[in-house]
């Protein structure tokens, strides 16, 4: 099943060409190196947004509503008068929060189900069919009916969607424990008289690491614009304040008059997914150890 | 045999668990139907509430709610909806064709257009090639579904000056006008869908190109080509097969927001306004038709496996 | 209180005054008022043509068809075009005949007697007579039924049939809004006798309306077709209608540019992106929808009248309306501005302007010199104006010193915990809620269930033994300028004590075709003059 599907990315042993050998090493450098700054430039955003704001978030300023990108404000005014630079810094802090609180959370219930289910076959058979209950939900559904018990906060949006994407860490995590286990090598290392926990420890995790970080990158993702799409059913974060997938959703309705203020946060979200989606790429190639080889 | 004998009981007992979750989520929702018929404005004395609690069987204990919807269901009757007093059975039947036909179209636009490009990808020697790819599929990742959306109809409208016809017409009445307003709205989904499959596309055909068996064919003398459809891309294809099952989720819920943008009488916006106006039977049965088209989804790949790749065999 | 039903998206379609340099503040738009509000009146650019199908956009799905037992504004406007009622409202709001021709009113107010029209036909053919009207009411007041709208017709005691055509009323007091109770089509649409037995209504409709309906598929769309034999001939002019349920705002105004439909409701940021357009016209005109607080007033500090008069004090009528409305409403009172000669002159309404220094002292003199206390105040995003308004209210406290806690919930969970305030009279689900209050019959219906002591939806329980009589009296009393006094002198009471806090009325904005000529807004917010509309070239 998945375990035989991820065994196909797991280890083998292959012997590339020397060229082949170079262009991997520059790829992945370039790749992460990438991916690294955008996502430092993104983080040191977020952190010294108060320092680089030229105005403060929620201040309103209507007689200047709508406006385009001027000197006065480099990323134009939303309906209020809201400075949307300002806006867009500080919304970096909550969206890469929530985006990274999810992932966090969801990754760490993901490897601990994932180990258990891979090691115990009788709670893998009880706890692999609530994973796969969980992802009958639409996701969206689970977390509208979450947000609209528990109320609209960060914290809860949080919690919400970590729920959501705990079980594909958990199959993930579970397909590659379940192949480790099988394979030769951990026969071997027993023999020798290594411990269970050295065995998962050396073995498991650091063989799983590559889907797993995959996974990780797009749950990032998808818990920013997770976040976007509540905040546009009205269930998410409180409206005013900054998020990008908030700030997003409130533009909507001004697309074609004011695009300015969906089009800076997008392109916000789009920046820091894409410099994850690098480093996630550089550092599953740096961790797959048969793409070390190659 | 006895493997789809094992897989069946698991799927029962599977939803039973569905239906236990989905029927206490909802319930634990503030508010009932009766806070949204009186709405606030018009208000229901404590009689009016007593009977319309009364009428739609809320006033029992939840256990017991519970039992005589389970045991409903299990006779075929789903209900009847809090809101329009349609049998939720006709509701789920009419609108299920929808919801499917997006949900079908758009999986096949993905893995049409993702695997290719994926494979393009993987065995194209220009940087430049890989990395248009890999930014393409990135956009469709980092946009939220709902942006896409209206930018596809502001596009059309504006740009091409075109727009499909209003009210849906389903596909076996007049096929044409039926794909034409399927078309943005499957655009808008697959756009969402493609970069993951294209990531998995690229990174298992990489994968299997450098495995051995695939050289020793190359070095027996069948042509790239040849290696290609026959060797890598039949074992490239499962994991890729893993991730379209795995993305059923996301499509569920991403066509909630896509029909209400675009205005189709599907399951996902029935669902939603379910959740809104606390129309429990809609809610619960429809969740529970979810559930179960993801759980044969998912049946049908593993069996999809076995044909794949004949060593994957379940005892 | 606020249209229920959001659309899908989770938000009321907003309404908002054109952007740029027409921006009115809501003060600048008093000067207009002056001269009396009248909607947009109908333009006729040739003479009526019979014929053509209207296509349409409906923002929010009407949900349910049945006249009785909904409670939402856009169930009202998918089956308003089916139903009617013994009165009606002409483009000016008066109450003038529909199925009833005449009425005599006797015994001190209390007992009605309608003449029905003769000839009228249900749209299955069946003829209408007083066994139908005495049903359809009998129906509304049934507790079984359940209807929100109860309240506006509970005055009537017993219905009876006098003759095929002639049926009588007898209230229990003189209640004089009971013709506008008809005419505001709530709970007193007419139908044939025992239907409700035999159909869903919710989805099923046979009225005495222009249109008769066709189809609805919930979600999706509605069709009319025009009623031949309607009993105001020659009217309707259109051979039938077609709203298709569009949630989102960019697809409506698409729709329109593209021609695909003649008319839509919008915002005024939407409307504003229709200042070029070849072919569209925009009218717009306060309708009532009036955005308040409700403030339950049994909780400290609120239950001291001056606690409460100096925190609304502290804000700024005009900058509500810039933040909430964009521009796009006047300044209001409990009953909105633009309600026949009902309303209070906005010019003359108190807390125009923010007046912190005044608000100041009267904390003082109640025992809060420098505020310290907090409030809290609910409110849900999936109303973003009402989360603007209560936003302001916050950011104007603070200069008290008094903290507002702003709460958000899921609209439904709102509105459980407003009910829920209600029910226990205060003791627990909230202290301040944001909201609107929609068309009401009469004046009355803005006034006596929030404020007398027997009103149903007091908050807190707010009692005023001055007031009582005057509300009491004022509901029975039919000489009009009687009447009009004593709701100027009950207003002028409430502005002062403050248990809700009245902002704004709103603006109702709808753009159309120039080829739909005829048609005329309402001040109730409904389509009703699309019965007289017609498409030219």
Known sequence: MAAQAVARVLPHDGRPGVGALLWRMVHRRRVIGVGLVVLAAVALAALFAPLLSPYDPASLDVPARLHGPAWSHPFGTDEFGRDILSRTLFGARLSLTVGLAVTASATAAGIVVGLVCGTNPRADRVLMRVMDGIMAFPDILLAIALMASLGPSARNVILALSFVYTPRVARVVRGAVLVIAAQEYVDAARAVGASAARILARHVLVNSASPVIVQATFITAYAMLGEAALSFLGVGIPPQIPTWGGIISQGQVYLRQAPWISIFPGAAIVLSVLSLNLLGDGLRDFLDPRLRYT | MRYLLRRGLWTVAALLGVSVVIFLLVHLIPGTIVDILGGGEGQLSPEQRAAVMHQFGLDRPLPVQYAYWLGSIAQGNFGWSFRSGQPVGQLLVSRLPITMELAVLSVAGVAGVGIPLGILASVSGSLRVKTAVQVIGLLGLSLPNFWIAVLLIIAASYLFHWLPALIYVPPWTQPWVNLQQMFLPVLSLALGLAAVVVRMTRSSMLEVLGQEYVKVAQAKGVTRAGVLLRHALRNALIPIITVLGLQMGYLLGGVVITEQIFGLPGLGWMLLNGVYQRDYPVVQATVMLFALTFIVVNLAVDLVYTYLDPRIRYG | ?537
């Open chain 3, 1 to 537: 209180m606020a249209r229920s039903d959001s659309d899908a998206r989770g938000r009321l379609s907003r309404r908002m005054f054109l952007g740029g340099g027409l921006a009115l503040g809501g003060l600048a738009a008093l000067e207009t008022l002056g001269r009396g509000w009248h909607p947009a009146p109908a333009w006729a650019a040739g003479a009526p043509k019979r014929g053509g199908t209207l296509v349409a956009a409906q923002e929010v799905d009407p949900v349910s068809l049945d006249p009785h037992t909904n409670s939402n504004f856009s169930a009202l406007q998918g089956y308003e075009h089916v139903y009617e009622s013994l009165t009606m409202y002409d483009q000016k709001m008066n109450v003038v005949p529909c199925l009833a021709q005449k009425w005599d009113i006797t015994n001190g107010g209390k007992t009605y007697t309608f003449h029905l029209r003769p000839n009228v036909k249900f749209h299955n053919g069946q003829p209408v007579t007083a066994d139908d009207v005495k049903y359809s009411i009998d129906r509304v007041l049934d507790p079984k039924t359940a209807s929100p709208w109860i309240s506006w017709l509970s005055a009537i005691k017993e219905t009876k049939v006098v003759d095929p055509l002639t049926v009588q009323m007898n209230l229990d007091a003189p209640y004089p809004d009971l013709l506008g109770s008809f005419a505001g089509l709530r709970a007193s649409g007419i139908m044939p006798k025992g239907f409700a037995e035999r159909e869903n209504l919710k989805i099923k409709a046979i009225g005495t309306g222009p249109f008769k309906l066709v189809e609805y598929v919930p979600q999706d769309h509605i069709t009319y077709v025009r009623n031949g034999d309607y009993w105001n001939q020659p009217l309707p002019y259109l051979d039938g209608m077609t709203f298709k349920v569009l949630t989102e705002e960019n697809a409506r105004l698409a729709a329109l540019r593209a021609g695909q439909i003649q008319y839509a409701a919008l915002s005024a940021q939407g409307a504003a992106q229709l200042q070029n357009a070849a072919g569209i016209t925009v009218l717009k005109a306060p309708n009532a929808w009036v955005s308040l607080h409700y403030i339950n007033v049994s909780k400290k500090p609120l239950d001291d009248a001056r606690v409460r008069r100096a925190l609304r004090m502290a804000v700024d009528t005009g900058e509500v309306i810039q933040k909430a409305a964009y521009g796009a409403a006047v300044p209001s009172g409990p009953i909105p501005t633009g309600y026949g000669d009902w309303s209070l002159d906005p010019r003359t309404l108190p807390y125009l302007k923010a007046d912190v220094d005044g608000a100041r002292k009267l904390l003082a003199e109640a025992g809060y010199p420098n505020g310290g206390f907090t409030v809290e105040m609910s409110c849900s995003p999936q109303y973003p104006e009402f989360v603007a308004s209560t936003l302001v209210v916050q950011e104007s406290l603070r200069r008290l010193n008094v903290t507002a806690n702003v709460v958000q919930m899921e609209w439904g969970a709102f509105v459980a915990a407003h009910n829920r305030e209600l029910q226990t009279g205060g003791k627990e689900g909230g202290v301040i809620f944001a909201s609107a209050n929609t068309f009401r019959p009469g004046p009355d219906g803005y006034i006596y269930p929030y404020f007398a002591t027997k009103g149903t939806l007091n908050d807190g329980g707010y009692r005023n033994p001055k007031l009582d009589p005057l509300m009491t009296e004022a509901r029975a009393i039919s000489n009009h300028d009687q009447r009009r006094s004593l709701y100027v002198q009950i207003q002028r009471t409430l502005l002062e004590e403050s248990p809700n806090w009245w902002w704004y009325a709103k603006y109702n904005i709808e753009a159309l075709s120039t080829k739909l000529q005829g048609y005329a807004q309402s001040f109730t917010g409904r389509r009703i003059f699309l019965k007289t509309a017609w498409l030219g070239a």
